[in-house]
């Protein structure tokens, strides 16, 4: 077996977690390569440890049986679609403050000593496609595995929009914007503007406006097979702004359509521990004991 491991050197300060992770994997008699999950910038201060070899991210994903990322939620979303090119499931260390998406903690990597063995199981995670349309071409495209989110940008004013359903309206309103998130995303942005939490194995899609200055502007929960659609008034002066997965953002103009629907890719998370979802939102939104 060959597993990669991921360390977000931001989070895993001086790669700490991921030797630690190196060291349980290698006397489990495993292959452990590393692999930064970004390039650092040119002007970047920030310190690796000598003697750690790195090699390029796709080098490593070619090779892997698993990817180990280190850092948050963040951290996973940036290494899934490089992930899932590869076919390659992936397993994360929260180091962050929430982590929804990690199934270890730092204090629990001694369980890595189960990949060997098999002792784990992976499960599936629905994503979305999204493309923006202007004047009837693509002028964006990208796939989210959290959430899709139009809005308005920094200023202090709402934006008019429209949500289809295979071309049906559902729900017109202003405001500061709309959330359209996978189950997995329903725990992230969605939840903090009001949307409901979804187990995540769900097959669903979900749209949440944000801040709607209008009663009837609720969640809805939609069937995974809807073509979403997010439209900005044609008759306003107002631009908006589209952002997948937390990316940078892309400039709507009025008139401009965003399509969002179920994706044929999946994200795949190895599971080691047995802990259920609702355990984990207790734990995480600490309600629980």
């Known amino acids: 077996m060959t597993v990669v491991l991921s360390p977000n050197p931001y989070r895993d300060r001086g790669l700490k977690a991921a030797q630690s992770a190196r060291r349980v994997l290698e006397q489990a008699g495993v ?26 991210l796709k080098e490593g994903l070619s090779r892997a049986d698993i990817l180990v990322c280190f850092g948050g939620d963040g951290t996973i979303l940036h290494a899934a679609k490089d992930a899932e090119a590869y076919h390659v499931p992936i397993l994360g260390v929260n180091l ?27 499960e599936e995670r629905m994503m979305l496609d999204v493309r923006a349309v202007r004047g009837g071409k693509t002028v964006f495209r990208d796939t989210a595995l959290n959430d899709v989110v139009v809005t308005k940008g920094a200023v202090a004013r709402v934006v008019d929009l429209s949500v289809y359903g295979d071309h049906v309206l559902i729900s017109q ?40 200055h209008a ?54 998370l190895v599971k ?10 207790n734990q995480k939104l600490g309600k629980g004991e």
């Open 215 to 268: 009663l009837q502007a609720k969640s809805f929960v939609l069937d995974s097979e809807r073509l979403v659609s997010v439209c900005l008034d044609p008759g306003s002066r107002k631009s908006a702004y589209l952002s997948v997965d937390g990316g940078r953002a892309f400039k709507l103009l009025p008139s401009d359509r965003v399509e969002i629907a179920r994706s044929k890719r999946l994200t795949r």
């Open 31 to 56: 292959e452990v390569l590393m692999c930064l999950p970004f390039a650092l910038d040119a002007d970047s201060k920030l310190e690796l440890p000598k003697g750690v070899e790195l090699i390029p």
């Open 96 to 122: 962050g403050s929430v982590g929804f998406m990690a199934e270890l903690e730092y204090g629990e990597l001694s369980q890595l000593s189960k990949l060997p063995a098999g002792k784990y199981s992976i």
């Open 173 to 212: 309103f202003a405001g500061d914007g709309v959330i359209v998130s996978t189950p997995t995303g329903s725990t992230a942005y969605s939840m903090s503007a009001g949307g409901p939490i979804v187990e995540p194995t769900a097959q669903s899609i979900l749209f949440t406006p944000i801040c709607a």
């Open 272 to 281: 080691l521990t047995g802990r259920s979802f609702y355990a984990l939102i």
